[in-house]
């Protein structure tokens, strides 16, 4: 078995995310975290881009034992000093250089000429590796550069020292066939490559960077650089739980490969990752999104309580989250629902769950997702209401500013169904005012109450009443996505109970 090493820059390419600026005390924070998960080099800034970064260095140096601290470079001596300083205090550091090898770089950029590349590229590889034992290099945008070129740096850096060559698809430019015959063409084609790791920095341009780097290993690279949750320039990196899942989920086709990364600490630190840099997760981003481990279609929560591998090919605890999620909505089954409100503490027999699916399937219609808090809220109301004297039908109420309020209620009782209208002082009084006619009973209103179940626009209106009939005071509760239908609810259900 061979080891691929997870090299993370989510505090350094990851931070160069548009908006994505952390403190040193935040990086350190992260660090601990990649540290925890097992990451075996950290890349924690470019310490020359300003003194904030110089710190964040020095300060992840100083305090990260376990894994190996890097800083970036460019091949410039005032930068590859930056980082030995940075460095000084880690247990296990690493500087990394790097230098453009494209035709349009070299003509754009640097306005260069190859010879004069290969030159820097050796002067720097020299210089670095003087003030460290562990260097690595990366020509930038390897993967649009002339390939005999290419070697050529490649072989000179290595002669200088440089124990790790790093191939950046800059660009994210291309796709993993391409990825796959490059890496096999410096294998092949650098005459001492043998000397150095070969690793992989893919960025996400295209949305191909995992699939790049996951090529990248298939044809010999041993080290893939990534970020948590993916963040980085433009497009962002590689995403580090993408790639350590593949490895670990496709072991049929990565058989070979094991990384040292325990998968169990992903999603404590995609998590903050997203709290420090404000970058929210998709929700459907792969292992780490929301909706990564949620199942809506009736379908399939039905099969994934029957056996949780139709429909999910790893364990969300082997990530860190809990557990699968059964998003409760209109393409629930009742398999599922018996289940959640079995664990919502409910015990309720066949017809007590039929009731409530089919009052779910109503809501759901209404409202997009259901809450505990929804279901807790149906079920309490199916619990309290099972012997309704009164049961509403349906209402109606025509309200506005410049109109008396009005109106109209049906109520079964004894299986005939009753109807009666009225005005009032606002739409809840005329309600009510409907429903006294009906009963022919007129309690008092003694208290009101109307409380939000859930959040958002379309969450579950809760109206608490307490009202006192025949010399007795009651309480009663309904609910709805509609105020005034939770309000006649709460009426009755106090009468109900009075009766
Ligand atoms: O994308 C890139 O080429 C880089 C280098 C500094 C490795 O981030
Ligand atoms: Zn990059």
């Known amino acids: 078995m061979r080891k691929i090493f997870i090299f993370d820059t989510t ?11 952390l403190s040193s005390g935040q990086k350190l924070e992260i660090a601990f975290a990649l540290e925890n998960l097992g990451v075996d080099i950290i890349e924690a800034g470019f310490p020359i881009a300003s003194p904030d970064d110089f710190k964040a260095v020095d300060l992840v140096a100083a305090s990260i034992k376990k894994s190996g601290v890097c800083g970036l470079a460019r091949c410039i001596k005032k930068d590859i000093e930056a980082a030995r300083d940075s460095l000084k205090k880690a247990k296990k550091p690493r500087i990394h250089i790097f230098l453009a090898t494209s035709k349009i770089h070299l003509k754009y950029k640097f306005k260069k000429a190859e010879s004069e590349i290969i030159e820097l590229a050796r002067k720097s590889a020299r210089l670095a590796r003087k003030y460290c034992d562990d260097v690595e290099f990366s020509p930038e945008d390897a993967t649009r550069s002339d390939r005999d070129f ?14 790790t060559i790093n191939i950046p698809d800059t660009v994210g430019y291309s796709y993993p066939q391409e990825i796959f015959s490059l890496i096999s063409d410096i294998g092949n084609n650098v005459p001492n490559i043998a000397k150095a790791v070969i690793a992989i920095h893919c960025h996400n341009d295209l949305g191909l960077a995992t699939a790049n780097s996951l090529s990248g290993v298939l044809a010999g690279v041993r080290q893939v650089h990534c970020t948590i949750n993916g963040i980085g320039e433009r497009a962002g990196n590689a995403s580090l ?3 350590v899942m593949a490895l670990k989920v496709r072991k049929d086709v990565f058989k070979d490969f094991y990384t040292q990364i325990n998968t169990k600490e992903i999603y404590r630190a995609s998590h903050l990752v997203s709290k420090l840099t404000g970058f929210v997760v998709p929700p459907n981003k792969a292992i780490v999104g929301a909706n990564a481990f949620a199942h809506e279609s009736g379908i399939h929560q039905d099969a994934i309580l029957k056996k949780r591998i139709t429909y999910e090919i790893m364990n969300p605890r082997d990530v860190g989250i809990a557990r699968t999620q059964l998003i409760l909505g209109k393409h629930s ?5 018996a289940k959640r409100l079995k664990e919502l503490g409910f015990r309720l027999n066949e017809q007590g769950i039929n009731d409530i699916f089919k009052r779910f399937k109503e809501l759901a219609d209404k409202k997009k997702d259901i809450f505990d808090d929804d279901l807790i809220a149906l079920a309490e109301e199916e619990t309290r209401t099972r012997k309704k004297t009164f049961e509403l039908v349906s209402i ?4 506005g500013t410049d109109i008396v309020p009005e109106a109209t209620v049906q109520i079964k009782h004894k299986r005939k169904i009753s109807q009666a209208s009225s005005s009032g002082d606002g739409p809840v009084d005329a309600c009510y005012k409907a429903i006294d006619k009906i009963t022919n009973l007129r309690p008092k209103l003694l208290n009101y109450k109307l409380d939000a179940v859930t959040k958002g626009k379309d969450a579950q209106g809760m109206v608490q009443v307490q ?4 010399g007795v005071s009651m309480a009663g509760r309904g609910a709805s996505t509609d105020i005034l239908e939770a309000s006649a609810k709460a009426y009755l259900d106090a009468i109900n109970k009075i009766l």
């Open 11 to 21: 505090l350094r390419d990851g931070e160069q995310a548009p908006g994505a600026a």
């Open 150 to 163: 290419l070697y050529k740096v490649i072989e000179t850096a290595v002669n200088e020292g440089a124990k």
């Open 241 to 243: 739980e993408e790639l």
């Open 333 to 337: 089954g009742r398999h599922a629902l």
């Open 396 to 399: 109606r109420a025509v309200t």
């Open 467 to 470: 009202i006192k009939l025949k």
